[in-house]
């Protein structure tokens, strides 16, 4: 599976990580599935309701509220993103845990680095990250 990800939307990732810092930033990625590939469209950052601080959760309003968005839009709620302040840019147990939907995709941001993943059958599978 390959992620299209504009250097706009990936920057704009970085730039809510570190405003969000020491805190997790979180939010929705809306876009399409095509034929072996995710395409993200836009970014729908969300309230993280975690207490602690390297834990998000999405607020389950800013979640319906991204899907009826992206939906007026012609597309769908196909990711989401946080970032790992204190951490690297891979999912944490704690992410794991909490990966529900098959074929959904993770964005991990920690400065720099930004790694996509999509989860199915249990598992984090790596993608490759294009801009078009
Ligand atoms: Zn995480």
Redesign the pocket.
Known sequence: MRVLLAPPLRSQVQQLADEAAPR?CCGLLVGAREEGVLRVTSLYPARNLAVETDR?EIAPQDHFAAQRSARANGFAVIGCY?S?PGGAAQ??A??LAGAVQDGFLWL?ANGEELNAFVYCDGVFRGCVTGAD
């Open positions: 997790e998000f946080h790992h999912p944490s704690t992410d991990i």
